[in-house]
């Protein structure tokens, strides 16, 4: 495996980035120390994928699913990341059912992206007009007031 990791990196930029926001500001990390890390980090993102990709076969699957990912985990005997990954799962999860649910107003509203462009720059114009209404009326409002 480890082989195989020789093609494929992680961003180094991102890397420093998740360094220095767990180091205290003092310290240092030198280039070598951030490529072990690296290759460490793409080691391990193998191993589970691997893992993962095992579970799935041994349940005919032909997609890796999060309960994959979660079960090679335990395998591994991470254990302790599951409840934090399983938190983040939940929120995804959320995330894409407001998606889901813009994309399916849009779906029931029948009506093309076209018209409803159209729409939306209609209620754009009458907007504009009532604020040139608005704004040319103040002016005379405050004069008569004062």
């Not at 991102?14 to 690296?38: C, G, N, P």
């Not at 076209?114 to 009326?137: D, G, I, K, Y």
């Amino acid at each position: 495996m480890a082989g195989d990791s020789d093609n494929v990196s992680l961003p180094k930029a991102t890397v420093q980035k998740m360094i220095s926001e767990i180091l205290d500001q003092d310290l240092m990390f030198t280039k070598d120390a951030r490529e072990i890390i690296i290759n460490s980090g793409i080691e391990f993102i193998m191993i589970l994928s691997s893992m993962a990709s095992e579970m799935a076969d041994n349940e005919a699957k032909k997609t890796i699913a999060p309960e994959h990912v979660i079960k090679a985990l335990e395998e591994l005997e991470y254990n302790e990341f599951i409840p934090f990954l399983e938190e983040i799962l939940l929120n995804f999860k959320g995330s894409q059912k407001v998606k889901e649910t813009r994309d399916s107003k849009f779906k029931k509203s029948g009506l093309s992206e076209e018209e409803l462009l159209r729409q939306q720059e209609e209620l754009f114009r009458q907007s504009r007009s009532r604020l040139h209404h608005n704004s040319v009326s103040d002016p005379v409002k405050s004069e008569d007031s004062s």
